[in-house]
C-alpha cells in the first residue's frame, strides 16, 4: 500500500489534536513497515494493539473536548468512532484466530483515517476552537487581574 504521508491538507488546525492524528498516522506506518518487511506475527500483533489503543485513547480525548464546547453533533460523532472500534475489533478477533488481516486492516485505516479527518472532524473544529479561546481569554484575564493584586 505505501506508506501514509502526512499533509497539511488533513491538519484541522487543533494542535493537540493534529499531533494525535500524526501519531496514528505513525502506527498505521508501522502496520505497513511490519507487515511488508515479513515481521513477525507477534511484531504485527503488537503494533495493531497499540495502534488501536492509542485510537481509542484519542477518539475519548476528541469527544471531550466536543463536549466540553457544547458541539451539538457530540452524539453522532461517538456514533461514528464507537462503530469504527467495533469493525477495527472484528479485525483484531480475526487476527487473533490466525487470519492475516494486516493489508485489509492496513488499507481500511488509511482510507477511514483520511474521510474521517476531512468530514468528521472538520465539523466540529468551528466549536471546539471556540471553546478554547474563550478559556484562553479567561485565563488572561484572570492572569491580569491577579498581578495586579501582588505588585
Same mark, same amino acid.
Given at each position: 500500500?505505501?506508506?501514509?504521508?502526512?499533509?497539511?491538507?488533513? %491538519?484541522? @488546525?487543533?494542535?493537540?489534536?493534529?499531533?494525535?492524528?500524526?501519531?496514528?498516522?505513525?502506527?498505521?506506518?508501522?502496520?505497513d513497515?511490519?507487515?511488508?518487511? @515479513?515481521?513477525?506475527?507477534?511484531?504485527?500483533?503488537?503494533?495493531?494493539?497499540?495502534?488501536?489503543?492509542y485510537?481509542?485513547?484519542?477518539?475519548? #480525548?476528541?469527544?471531550?473536548?466536543? %463536549?466540553?464546547a @457544547?458541539?451539538? #453533533?457530540?452524539?453522532?460523532?461517538?456514533?461514528?468512532?464507537?462503530?469504527?472500534?467495533?469493525?477495527?475489533? %472484528?479485525?483484531?478477533?480475526?487476527?487473533?484466530?490466525?487470519?492475516?488481516v494486516?493489508? %485489509?486492516?492496513?488499507?481500511?485505516?488509511?482510507?477511514?483515517?483520511?474521510?474521517?479527518?476531512?468530514?468528521d472532524?472538520?465539523?466540529? $473544529?468551528e466549536?471546539v476552537?471556540?471553546?478554547?479561546?474563550?478559556?484562553?481569554?479567561? $485565563?488572561?484575564?484572570k492572569? @491580569?487581574f #491577579?498581578?495586579?493584586?501582588?505588585?
Open positions: 500500500m505505501g506508506k501514509f504521508v502526512w499533509t497539511a491538507q488533513l %491538519e484541522i @488546525g487543533i494542535d493537540v489534536i493534529d499531533k494525535q492524528h500524526r501519531r496514528i498516522v505513525e502506527y498505521i506506518n508501522q502496520l513497515d511490519a507487515r511488508s518487511s @515479513g515481521h513477525p506475527r507477534e511484531e504485527i500483533g503488537r503494533v495493531v494493539s497499540e495502534l488501536v489503543d485510537t481509542l485513547s484519542h477518539f475519548a #480525548f476528541e469527544e471531550s473536548m466536543q %463536549e466540553e @457544547g458541539y451539538p #453533533f457530540l452524539k453522532a460523532h461517538k456514533k461514528v468512532h464507537d462503530l469504527f472500534a467495533q469493525r477495527v475489533s %472484528e479485525y483484531q478477533a480475526r487476527f487473533l484466530r490466525g487470519e492475516d494486516s493489508r %485489509e486492516l492496513n488499507s481500511l485505516l488509511v482510507t477511514w483515517l483520511f474521510n474521517h479527518i476531512k468530514r472532524d472538520a465539523d466540529y $473544529v466549536s476552537q471556540s471553546n478554547l479561546q474563550r478559556q484562553n481569554d479567561f $485565563v488572561e484575564k492572569k @491580569g #491577579f498581578s495586579r493584586l501582588f505588585k
